[in-house]
């Protein structure tokens, strides 16, 4: 009798499994197309919609509502591991179903970390920080633009990913896990370490500016609540710029890092670490030099304003880095130099000033002289600001004989109207500013341009001279024949 029992458990066992099996599979949905050939597929599809790793004893697709609070955690878990699923979105119309189903599921995972749930665990941390380098970290396509330096005057328009509906969630709810007051740091930081940080930084190279956007923001809460990753994540970022400058010339996300680092500097404690300043001088300076500088401009010039509002004495520094990465050849970047160079000097002060006047005003001269109007404009524009003209008034020793060639040069011959309008303002200033000093530089102006008309005119003569006497030796042999310059006269 007891044989009889025992033999017949296990087919019971097996019937009650069967019958388990066949609730699960009734009770999940299926692909699209419901014709018996492609239930196989769906099968197969379905299965990865809803994996094997779901926690044990909850069900990924019940509602939060419904659960207790000590089982509120493993849903939660289990939905992670639900949206670790990847689809392919190049096809709208494939996986239609399972794609609706992951992202109602992701909306309810924002929904759930933004209703204050319980202290997280750190089993639902690795869970989170799995699903989100499941669906973010990946290799973005090859770019095929005919342009391979991404410059300021590039028509192109982005590339926006076909998965933004389901990686826009995913980003929210990776900051509002961040940022939840229920994630201890100390625990986290085996999670969120240095790889999955630079895989982030990697991401920022995306050619969609919402994810860009998306990025800046998750990086800047990561760094404010991870106060060990700080070093870490600004050595990171500074490699990414020499990365930039030195070898590939091109990424789209300078400007966000940037922005992040705008506001990080303003944190920073004084007097500034030395790690700092050699991240200005070694990274923010050589920045300006790339094509590409209009692109993000903005945000590299409020981060080396915010640098010397912090410590004043670097300014001449700074400056002196600007004039040697001094865009000689192109006009754009020579207005935005002159923009930033105003904002710098509003913050000088008297001492780091004359420590570059000389140098400087002698640049600011040549782009007086400017051909391009824009150019001799913005630099005519300095003059509008009562600080500069305050600081040059107090040097006017100096600075005057530096400027009055370029200005006096510019008001007998600039083609432009306006910028022989604002030269004659400026002229006036000068002369107000000390009379004498304005006429014994124009005195030493007009002897100077004398001595060069006569230089000009003795080394015309000269050859003038050496033609005449060559156009009168015979032709023989290999002797050189004179071409005359009417041949060869080249306008600039």
Request: net charge neutral; proline share 5%; hydrophobic share 40%.
């Amino acid at each position: 009798m007891l044989k009889q029992i025992l033999s017949r458990l296990p087919r019971k066992a097996l019937k009650a499994e069967a019958g388990d099996l066949g609730r699960a599979d009734a009770g999940t949905p299926r692909s699209g197309g419901g014709s018996p050939g492609s239930r196989p597929n769906s099968a197969k599809k379905t299965s990865l919609v809803f994996p094997t790793n779901a926690a044990v004893g909850v069900e990924p697709s019940a509602a939060f509502k419904d659960v207790s609070i000590s089982e509120k955690l493993n849903l939660f878990v289990s939905k992670l591991n639900l949206c670790c699923t990847v689809f392919d979105f190049d096809d709208p119309s494939r996986n239609s179903t399972e794609k609706d189903v992951k992202r109602q599921t992701l909306v309810e995972l924002v929904d759930f970390v933004a209703s204050g749930p319980p202290r997280f665990t750190e089993p639902v941390i690795a869970a989170m920080c799995k699903m989100c380098a499941t669906n973010l970290f990946r290799v973005f396509p090859p770019n095929y633009r005919s342009s391979s330096l991404g410059g300021e005057n590039d028509d192109d328009e982005p590339t926006f990913d076909p998965a933004w509906p389901h990686l826009q969630l995913v980003y929210d709810l990776l900051l509002k896990f961040v940022t939840s007051s229920c994630l201890d740091a100390k625990v986290a930081k085996k999670y969120i370490d240095h790889s999955f940080i630079l895989r982030l930084l990697d991401l920022f190279d995306t050619e969609d500016p919402r994810e860009r956007e998306w990025l800046k923001t998750v990086l800047h809460r990561i760094y404010g609540k991870f106060m060990v990753h700080r070093p870490f994540i600004r050595k990171s970022i500074s490699n990414v710029f020499y990365r930039f400058m030195f070898e590939a010339e091109r990424n789209n996300g300078i400007a966000e890092m940037l922005e992040i680092f705008g506001s990080v500097i303003s944190g920073f404690a004084l007097p500034l670490k030395e790690e700092h300043k050699i991240f200005l001088f070694r990274a923010l300076i050589p920045l300006h030099k790339p094509k590409s500088v209009g692109v993000y401009f903005q945000q590299l010039s409020f981060c080396v304003t915010q640098f010397i509002e912090k410590e004043p004495k670097l300014a001449s520094s700074v400056i002196k880095g600007l004039l040697r990465f001094w865009p000689i050849t192109n006009s754009q970047k020579e207005v935005l130099f002159l923009g930033e160079l105003e904002e710098i000097l509003e913050a000088i002060n008297m001492v780091e000033f004359q420590k570059i006047m000389v140098p400087l005003f002698w640049r600011i001269g040549c782009c007086i002289n400017s051909f391009h109007f824009q150019v001799a404009e913005r630099a005519l524009f300095l003059w509008n600001n009562d600080q500069i003209v305050n600081l040059i008034a107090h040097n006017r020793q100096v600075l005057i004989p530096v400027l009055f060639p370029a200005i006096e040069r510019n008001a007998q011959s600039h083609w432009n109207q306006a910028v022989l309008n604002l030269t004659l303002n400026v002229r006036n200033m000068l002369s107000e500013m000390d009379d004498d000093l304005f006429l014994a530089c124009h005195d030493r102006f007009k002897e100077e341009d004398n001595r060069i008309s006569q230089e000009t005119k003795r080394r015309k003569e000269k050859w003038e001279h050496l033609e005449k006497e060559a156009s009168l030796q015979p032709v023989t042999g290999n002797t050189a024949v004179l071409v005359t310059p009417f041949a060869t006269s080249i306008t600039c």
